[in-house]
């Protein structure tokens, strides 16, 4: 084998390993979340990081995210709605909540800052992030807007 076989071979081993030691990533992956969701880039959706960068700031994010993944959400991040989820069981969700804040940077969780859920979305109040009605399957669209 030559050294560019072998360097090859050494970054792919590389990569598997550090895939195989993020099981947030793994458990996105056995919850068919990667069909749609990348961790640094959009796909269908957005990408998870842009998901931990907009509501990493507010402690009650990982329970609105396990909400949100199985009830599903329309018009948050632009026309395309994300569908319910409900293979994913409530602590599964939760646990996927909360690996995707943990990608926010640091920063971003910093004392002080506010964050975007409004007071209302720790109760299970049908309010979204920036205190919008949120979309369900089985809510109408009251606002007309995908935004």
């Not at 640094?40 to 995210?65: C, H, M, Q």
Request: proline fraction near 7%; charge should be negative.
């Amino acid at each position: 084998m030559t050294f560019r076989g072998l360097f090859v071979l050494g970054l792919s081993m590389l990569a598997s390993v550090a895939h195989a030691e993020d099981p947030g990533r793994e458990l996105a992956q056995r919850s068919v979340c990667l069909a749609c969701h990348q961790v640094d880039t959009k796909r269908v959706g957005p990408s998870f990081r842009d998901i931990a960068l907009r509501y990493a700031a507010n402690e009650a994010a990982a329970k609105y995210l396990a909400r949100t993944i199985r009830d599903g959400s329309r018009g948050l991040w632009g026309a395309i709605p994300m569908p319910a989820q409900r293979h994913v069981d409530p602590a599964t969700a939760l646990l996927l909540g909360e690996w995707i804040i943990s990608l926010a940077p640091e920063v971003e969780k910093a004392p002080g800052n506010q964050g975007s859920l409004p007071e209302s979305e720790s109760s299970g109040s049908n309010a979204g992030p920036s205190g919008s009605q949120i979309e369900t399957p089985d809510s109408p669209d009251l606002t007309g807007t995908d935004s």
